[in-house]
């Protein structure tokens, strides 16, 4: 709801894809899943993408530079079974994206996301990071 309230306000062109969510918003355009082909091309088109903290996502967006808000979904709520917060930090203190922990500042990550250019990869640390967290498990 926090896009579809970002999208009513700033009358902004929004789309969701929502998952297995039950709610259905008013004001951005959605689907509930998309193939990952139509996935990347509306990643490529993307202005700005918020997504959550999944590496498969987290890199599809930074392969074609695009500015990301990430959502790292949390075990705690029932959200994932993996943690995402560790390789959302990781990129966040690379300067590869912006990370929100409360979507209630939504708003306020978009407005300094447009201002935001993903810092340029020092090589594919991707591989590196990953094994670190899964070996701090």
Same mark, same amino acid.
């Given at each position: #709801?926090? +896009?579809?309230?970002? +999208?009513?306000?700033? $009358?902004?062109?929004?789309?969701?894809?929502?998952?297995?969510? +039950?709610?259905?918003? %008013?004001?951005?355009? /959605?689907?509930? /899943?998309?193939?990952?082909?139509?996935?990347? &091309? *509306?990643? %490529?088109? $993307?202005? *700005?993408?918020?997504?959550?903290?999944? /590496?498969? #996502?987290?890199?599809?967006?930074?392969? @074609?530079? %695009? #500015? @990301?808000? $990430?959502? =790292?979904?949390?075990?705690?709520?029932?959200?994932? @079974? !993996?943690?995402?917060?560790?390789? @959302?930090?990781?990129?966040? =203190?690379?300067?590869?994206?912006? !990370?929100?922990?409360?979507? #209630?500042?939504?708003? &306020? !990550?978009? *407005?300094?996301?447009?201002?935001?250019?993903? =810092?340029?990869?020092?090589?594919?640390?991707?591989? $590196?990071?990953?094994?670190?967290?899964?070996?701090?498990?």
């Amino acid at each position: #709801s926090a +896009a579809d309230d970002f +999208a009513r306000v700033e $009358a902004a062109d929004v789309f969701v894809q929502l998952g297995n969510t +039950a709610y259905q918003p %008013k004001y951005c355009a /959605f689907q509930r /899943f998309i193939p990952r082909n139509q996935m990347l &091309e *509306l990643i %490529k088109r $993307a202005e *700005l993408v918020i997504s959550h903290g999944g /590496f498969g #996502s987290l890199s599809d967006c930074l392969r @074609v530079g %695009k #500015s @990301v808000i $990430a959502v =790292a979904r949390r075990p705690e709520l029932c959200e994932t @079974v !993996a943690p995402q917060e560790p390789l @959302v930090r990781a990129l966040e =203190a690379q300067g590869r994206i912006l !990370a929100l922990s409360d979507l #209630s500042g939504l708003p &306020e !990550a978009i *407005l300094a996301a447009r201002d935001f250019r993903p =810092a340029a990869s020092t090589g594919n640390r991707i591989p $590196a990071l990953i094994s670190q967290f899964l070996n701090s498990l």
